[in-house]
């Protein structure tokens, strides 16, 4: 059956970190929001994560009141010491603890309890989007199709003067508005599981192998440690046994670095899509946010904080503009009305340039000049101005 829903001024395509934290700050300007998202179970959260968050994005937490209930369930500042041939560089600078890491299964529900509970809010767990709806050429809405067993032969339309796409790097949203992907690839693949531990650490290890030809990372979490690894997508396809390759590639060499591992508590997750994609819409009256619009190198770990701060320079922009629709169905968005809200996506797409697609660029080219950005004479002087040499801490 077709139920017609047009109560909203915005629609948003997924519930993980960018769909919720941009549900909450457009819900938090007054703006009546429906999220669509696939998965029909609340609790689920995406397991494919470096669980750092940035400043940027400790920001965003605390500015959402998620913090304090975040570090009770085991999360833990932290800041990123990178070293490479015995120097040592840190993020942020001067050992300062100001980034996270939070396991994704307690961020993840956390933000969906919030977006489920904000009266602005209405939530659609269990139906995935099957159509855009268009008139001229301008999208006004979509179908939803239920996927439960309660909703599987039942489909919702929505109309908004605004969809948005939280959906991901493989959003289907995108793949609707038949989308062009630009990608920078990286030829890496990850490797990364959850350990118990002894040791009560701050600081978040990287160490570069061979300059830049691979890195492994310990990120600590209360009393677990995620052990990562990265390296050349030709190395994986000589690898016959994956998981041996890495207790003793990862594990072994986090141990012999002085870190106590004990059982492995998840399984050993392996990451074979890590280039940097960006991509924008063909249609108006459709965005992006997040990895839908942008996913960067998930070596520099900066997805989960870029997905906030996204979703906060998004609501930023089109806030006002969304705040003062009636309500009523697209339609009734026109003249200045709709002159105003295109004119805030521009901006948002303009902004949204500068400060993440251009450094999402020059990371992906960075990362691939490891012998030039890791030559020990350039790493070896900026870890004598910004870090510790490996002459100082021999002393």
């Not at 439960?148 to 032969?153: G, M």
């Not at 009560?200 to 995620?226: D, R």
């Not at 016959?240 to 986090?254: E, P, T």
């Not at 009256?285 to 190198?297: C, K, Q, R």
Request: charged share 20%; with cysteine.
């Amino acid at each position: 059956m077709n139920k017609p829903e047009s109560n909203y001024s915005a629609v948003i395509v997924g519930a993980s970190i960018a769909g919720c934290s941009t549900a909450l700050r457009l819900a938090n300007q007054g703006v009546r929001v429906a999220i669509v998202e696939k998965q029909s179970n609340a609790r689920y959260y995406k397991k494919m994560c470096s669980h750092i968050v940035h400043p940027s994005g400790l920001t965003q937490l605390i500015k959402l009141g998620l913090w304090d209930g975040l570090q009770a369930s085991g999360a833990q500042p932290t800041y990123m010491d990178v070293e490479n041939q015995g120097d040592r560089l840190f993020y942020p600078l001067f050992k300062k603890a100001e980034a996270a890491n939070i396991e994704r299964r307690y961020l993840d529900p956390a933000l969906k309890k919030l977006v489920t509970n904000h009266p602005n809010i209405t939530t659609f767990f269990g139906y995935r989007v099957t159509e855009l709806l268009r008139n001229n050429k301008r999208v006004v809405g979509l179908i939803a199709a239920g996927l439960t067993a309660e909703s599987s032969n039942q489909k919702v339309t929505f109309t908004c003067p605004l969809v948005i796409a939280a959906d991901g790097r493989m959003s289907r949203t995108a793949r609707l508005d038949k989308c062009r992907n630009h990608i920078v690839e990286n030829h890496r693949v990850a490797l990364f599981s959850y350990f118990t531990t002894r040791d009560l650490m701050v600081p978040s290890k990287i160490w570069v192998k061979a300059k830049g030809e691979s890195y492994i990372a310990c990120f600590p979490n209360s009393n677990k440690v995620l052990l990562s690894c990265y390296i050349s997508a030709s190395k994986f396809k000589e690898i016959h046994d994956v998981q041996s390759f890495y207790d003793g590639y990862v594990r072994h060499f986090v141990e012999s670095q002085g870190i106590q591992v004990g059982e492995q508590v998840d399984d050993l997750l392996i990451a074979k899509d890590t280039s940097t994609l960006y991509r924008a819409p063909n249609s108006k009256g459709l965005v992006f946010v997040g990895d839908a619009f942008i996913a960067a190198d998930p070596l520099t770990g900066i997805g989960c904080s870029w997905a906030m701060s996204s979703a906060a320079l998004l609501s930023r922009c089109v806030g006002k503009s969304l705040a003062g629709h009636s309500a009523k169905g697209a339609q009734t968005l026109k003249g200045w009305r709709l002159l105003r809200l295109n004119v805030a996506v521009e901006s948002y797409h303009l902004i949204h340039r500068v400060k993440y697609r251009l450094p999402a660029y020059a990371m992906a080219w960075l990362s691939l000049k490891g012998k030039a950005v890791y030559d020990k004479r350039w790493f070896g002087f900026l870890a004598g101005i910004l870090g510790e040499r490996r002459s100082r801490a021999e002393n």
